[in-house]
């Protein structure tokens, strides 16, 4: 029997239902509708992971996600990564409309789903009226005869359907029932909680015709990374929308929080940003054969918009402050001596969001991490830039969703890397022709190669 979240929202959507039918009757557009021609079964096939990227202001769990909701602008971002979009068109508990669809289809050309509470087939053949090409079916809310009328009715509008199952006895149904995706929700929506452990133990038990989605909880490179062997694709939402940068927060989950460093050409930060990476890394430090001036910083960084971080070591405070704000630096990474003290002081005079990074040289153990306003940390052989890397068995068993991880990280060795669960990599010279000229074909390649799940 459904219970509280679930049984509220689905008794306000047929009242919602009603409503509509009234205000919008099925005769008034139903000889509008037009079979879809984005075919959803088959944007979620291929050797890569497929990503419903989704466009949700807000959700009952955490009320209003994003603020600023404009679909337009999120789907002129999710085009550019996603195999298909989803929209939230409930309104009451969702804050979404229908009016959302047509906005994302003109913009993006990947199949649209309508992600919404579907009880009658009035909504679906609205969903398709409203360019929708694929709608949620949710086995927690449907009895399979309920499904069989609904999936007959997307499928007559060369609909998809995304068959959604949350425990082990819907997932019996949906085999049942020729479900073509089934998406795992690892959110138990009679009360809300979150449990990753859903995907892991019910998708063995579909079969290979079976496309699997994973929905719910997705929020780190290394969770898809690990349940990619388990799912064939994912449905992210909530961890998207709460970011102000979209385009970084999508990478951050489908390539990792990465940074190409020692950046001294406009060329190089654009190939880099095209290639994927969220932050570029331009160095200060006088005896690197990378180190750039304001000015030479500044072309950089007209060129692409990567998030910057200036690299310093053993600098005056002064200078520091000094080059965080002429050049709006998202954050400051010393690779020298800096101690608490002079940690502590910079932090006082840094405006609040410009973050503190700090490298530590790892040799035979692992440095401590116990530094106070450290954001994040780059763990590196030697004084950086030497292109040699530590014993990266060392990372074992450690925290490290505020660690990137450096030292001669290429496409050779970045799955590896990838895979220590550091949130992040730190490329430099393994990704050059010479000191300070970066190549981009060698750029592309450690991208496509971390995007290679």
């Not at 704000?325 to 101690?339: C, I, P, R, T, W």
């Amino acid at each position: 029997m459904m219970q509280t979240v679930l049984a509220k929202i689905v008794a306000d959507k047929a009242i919602w239902v009603e409503a509509r039918k009234q205000q919008q009757p099925l005769a008034s557009f139903q000889n509008e509708v037009q079979p879809s021609t984005r075919h959803f079964y088959d944007a979620l096939q291929g050797a890569r992971t497929a990503f419903i990227l989704e466009c949700k202001k807000a959700s009952p769990s955490k009320g209003v996600i994003c603020d600023d909701f404009d679909p337009a602008r999120i789907a002129a971002i999710y085009k550019h990564y996603a195999s298909a979009i989803s929209v939230l068109t409930d309104e009451k508990y969702f804050q979404g409309s229908f009016d959302f669809l047509p906005i994302v289809s003109q913009i993006a050309p990947q199949p649209i789903l309508c992600k919404d509470f579907i009880i009658d087939p009035y909504q679906i053949y609205l969903a398709r009226y409203y360019q929708a090409d694929a709608c949620l079916l949710m086995l927690s809310v449907l009895d399979d005869e309920q499904y069989r009328q609904l999936a007959a009715v997307a499928h007559s509008l060369k609909m998809g359907v995304l068959t959604e199952v949350s425990n082990e006895e819907e997932l019996e149904r949906a085999i049942a029932l020729g479900a073509k995706v089934v998406g795992i929700n690892n959110r138990d929506l009679r009360d809300l909680s979150i449990d990753l452990n859903r995907t892991r133990e019910i998708a063995p038990k579909l079969g290979h015709n079976v496309t699997v989605i994973s929905e719910s909880g997705i929020n780190t490179y290394a969770q898809v990374r690990e349940l990619s062997h388990f799912a064939d694709g994912f449905l992210i939402g909530s961890a998207l929308m709460a970011h102000d940068d979209l385009h970084a927060a999508v990478r951050r989950v489908l390539l990792g929080e990465n940074k190409v460093c020692g950046l001294t050409r406009g060329q190089d930060a654009k190939a880099a940003y095209d290639a994927g990476a969220i932050y570029g890394g331009l160095i200060f430090v006088a005896t690197s054969p990378r180190c750039v001036n304001v000015e030479q910083a500044q072309e950089v960084m007209a060129a692409a918009p990567l998030q910057y971080v200036g690299v310093f070591r053993n600098h005056d405070i002064a200078d520091v402050l000094d080059k965080a704000k002429v050049l709006s630096l998202v954050a400051v990474q010393l690779h020298g001596n800096e101690d608490q003290l002079y940690i502590d002081t910079l932090r006082e005079a840094l405006p609040a969001h410009v973050a503190i990074w700090k490298a530590l040289s790892v040799g035979e153990t692992l440095p401590a991490r116990e530094l106070q306003h450290v954001d994040k940390y780059v763990l590196d052989n030697g004084q950086g830039g030497s292109g040699q890397r530590f014993d990266w068995s060392l990372l074992n068993g450690q925290s490290l969703g505020n660690v990137l991880l450096a030292g001669g990280l290429g496409a050779d060795n970045c799955v590896e890397a990838a895979q220590t669960g550091c949130a992040g990599l730190d490329f430099n010279s393994a990704v050059e022709s010479q000191p300070g000229i970066k190549d981009a074909r060698l750029l592309a390649s450690v991208f496509q190669t971390l995007r290679a799940y």
